[in-house]
């Protein structure tokens, strides 16, 4: 069964950082496309970050570009997201997603993925 778990979350202040993970497993990690949304409380899962399966490419959403960086680990089957420059507006919960592409064509819609996990929570103080 596939299973996604989160940690790294936490309160910061605006110009912090944190650095995010999600343990991935029960598949063939780096057969997935994978990438971190994040939703906050009556506004529908945005599109954070996103990271390939095989070429390692990446892409962003506009709001956070320049300041996040998604990675991956395939011998831990882990995927990362480093956040700097932390701003107010970057609280929310964060998710991590995966779906069994190796392209992540639209990946901005939630629906195009099928994992998820539980989330971890982010908290920016002004």
């Known amino acids: 069964q596939v299973q996604l778990v989160e940690s790294g979350g936490g309160s910061v202040q605006a110009g912090g950082s944190l650095r995010l993970s999600c343990a991935a497993s029960?598949?063939?990690?780096?057969?997935?496309?994978m990438a971190w949304f994040r939703q906050v409380p009556g506004k529908e899962r945005e599109g954070v970050a996103v990271?390939?399966?095989?070429?390692?490419?990446?892409d962003y959403a506009d709001s956070v570009k320049g300041r996040f960086t998604i990675s991956r680990d395939n011998a831990k089957n882990a995927v990362y997201l480093q956040m700097n420059s932390l701003k107010p507006e970057d609280s929310a919960r964060y998710y991590c997603?995966?779906?069994?592409?190796?392209?992540?064509?639209?990946?901005?819609?939630?629906?195009?993925?099928?994992?998820w996990g539980q989330g971890t929570q982010v908290i920016v103080s002004a």
């Open positions: 997603a995966a779906r069994r592409t190796l392209g992540c064509v639209d990946w901005r819609r939630e629906a195009t993925f099928g994992n």
């Open positions: 029960g598949y063939s990690y780096n057969e997935r496309c």
């Open positions: 990271i390939y399966a095989n070429s390692g490419r990446s």
